[in-house]
RNA sequence: GUGGGUAUAGCUCAGCUGGUAGAGCGCCGCCUUGUGGUGGCGGAUGUCGCGGGUUCGAGUCCCGUUACUCACCCCA
């Protein structure tokens, strides 16, 4: 077989890259369960309609077609997910009888859109998100916890400090009712822009396409500018001189928000009241988050989230939902492509085995059993070669310890990285615990290196 | 979908106005006789993306094609 190319937008990792992605789920499921957060695993498939629903036609689905199928439009009317909302949205109703609310769910899987691909946009991509699902009424403090999670458990990761960007629609939207625009959706989507488009394009939309004044978007703008890391902001937007009732809600919800995410906030994890995210989706109707990491803004949002009134409904009840959504591919690809994000072996193995002949293979195959008896793992050596390419051998891949059984039948284990060889027995002997697994190295940009 | 760029050894890349395919790193062997890394010496690398054309002759020029890649759009 030639050798294959690399298929765009879908990425695969080598080992040492895959171990710190399987770590990055382990922290999350970690902290998710921590907080009783019960994990699902939803079918790759949804049918059409529900893929298609809300407008949701640019997301650029795959569509699924058996090969016997009799014609090309015969399919059956199926499509990969392209998130992990839509068919929570479809599981929770589905399962309503089954489930008991509030019901928090995690879930860590693939998602697959048909997109360009392009750094941190891939066809194929893993996120991991976190939802609080309600019947009929969600109380608001659910917003304050799925957020507090989520930090919780991404501060935990081997990643670059992370920025979470908080607002809500109710404050925006009571604002802008409370100057007079007669379309605050409209109004939302445009000032969305803003981190595309410079502060005039904006304005001049505002009032081309939202039908305002000038001294109305200029008041708008005036809204969006305000970021602050504490409650601050309340005053701030106090004194536009705005009233409105929905406003009033807006900002005791978003300083909830905030004030709740105080004891997450560390150098690694920012937490802000950013009053120009809007989120261009129509369907978040309280709080909405957006997650960048600091340094990478050009990645854009590598995760989002909010509140939804109704984040799925069977036409009896509603199910209003609140959660975030964090993008792991979308993070740790891009670093380990740099270079910046690796585990320091090739293989689990902590230990090498040396193999003295082929004939003494039992006995190199009992130390490793003794070893892994008590979780250390180890393998033996491929063949007899020389202790020097056994050596050679343990080096190349990062085991950083060999075991040796000497003529007498005594034993003696060589850290390669120190050279330091001592006896040792294989019933006892253990390895420093940080030896025990991988170890995850981050460069930071810097370029120091460092374990976490 | 729109517009650029690229495709040569395992990797990163050189290869001029067409004339027998190159470097660095890595890999293998020996120095080193069963304990690696540093050093010295030696060695192997290849459908020059694919197809066609021009030419005595194409990695090089022309056409086509595929893949990758960057930007726009959009999002995790």
Redesign the pocket.
């Known amino acids: 077989m030639?050798?294959p190319?690399?298929?765009?937008?879908f990425p695969e990792l080598l080992p040492e890259q895959r171990f710190v992605e399987q770590q990055v789920i382990d922290t999350l499921r970690r902290t998710f369960e921590l907080h009783g957060f019960a994990g699902i695993e939803t079918r790759a498939v949804e049918p059409m309609d529900q893929l298609l629903r809300k407008g949701e036609t640019?997301?650029e689905v795959y569509v699924l077609r058996r090969l016997q199928e009799e014609s090309a439009e015969g399919h059956a009317g199926i499509g990969l997910h392209f998130?992990l909302t839509v068919p929570f949205a479809r599981y929770v109703v589905e399962n309503a009888g089954k489930l008991e609310f509030p019901f928090r769910r995690y879930q860590i899987q693939k998602a697959w859109?048909g997109?360009?691909?392009?750094?941190?946009?891939?066809?194929e991509?893993t996120?991991a998100d976190i939802d609080v699902v309600m019947k009929d009424e969600l109380p608001f403090h659910f917003d304050v916890e799925v957020a507090r999670v989520m930090a919780e458990g991404l501060s935990g990761l081997p990643l670059p400090p992370l920025r979470l960007r908080v607002n809500n629609r109710k404050l925006i939207e009571g604002f802008y009712r409370g100057i007079g625009a007669a379309d605050p959706q409209t109004v939302i989507t445009i000032i969305?822009?803003l981190d595309?488009l410079p502060e005039e394009q904006v304005a001049a939309l505002l009032v081309s396409d939202a039908g305002l004044s000038e001294q109305q978007a200029a008041q708008c703008l005036q809204l969006a500018t305000i970021t602050t890391s504490d409650t601050t902001f309340v005053e701030r937007v106090r004194a536009l001189g705005v009233q409105h009732e929905l406003l009033d809600t807006g900002l005791q919800e978003l300083a909830a928000v905030i004030d709740g995410c105080s004891a997450v906030r560390s150098d690694r994890f920012e937490v802000e009241a950013s009053l120009s995210l809007a989120?261009?989706?129509d369907y978040y109707t309280g709080t909405v988050f957006?997650?960048y990491m600091v340094g990478y803004e050009?990645?854009?949002?590598?995760?989002?989230g909010g509140r939804y009134d109704a984040l799925a409904s069977d036409g009896r009840s509603t199910y209003p939902g609140v959660g975030i959504?964090?993008?792991i591919?979308?993070?740790l690809v891009p670093l380990m492509s740099r270079g910046l994000l690796a585990a320091d072996r090739k293989v689990p193995s902590t230990v090498l085995v040396?193999?003295?002949?082929e004939e003494s293979r039992p006995e190199s195959d009992a130390i490793a059993s003794a070893l892994r008896s008590r979780g250390i793992s180890c393998e033996v050596a491929v063949s007899?070669?020389?202790?020097?390419?056994?050596?050679?051998y343990a080096?190349?891949r990062g085991i950083p310890f060999?075991w040796?059984t000497n003529a007498d039948g005594g034993h003696?284990v060589?850290d390669?990285?120190?050279?330091e060889?001592v006896a040792a027995d294989p019933a006892t002997w253990t390895p420093p615990n940080e030896d025990l697994r991988p170890q995850v190295l981050t460069v930071s940009t810097s370029s120091t290196t460092e374990e976490i």
Do not use: H, M
């Open positions: 030639a050798k190319t690399p298929l765009s937008g640019s997301k998130d859109r997109e360009r691909p392009q750094e941190g946009r891939y066809r991509f996120q969305d822009k595309k989120r261009g989706l957006e997650i050009f990645l854009k949002s590598v995760g989002g959504s964090f993008g591919s979308r993070t040396a193999l003295v002949d007899a070669q020389k202790f020097g390419k056994q050596i050679r080096e190349r060999v040796f003696e060589k390669i990285r120190s050279g060889q």
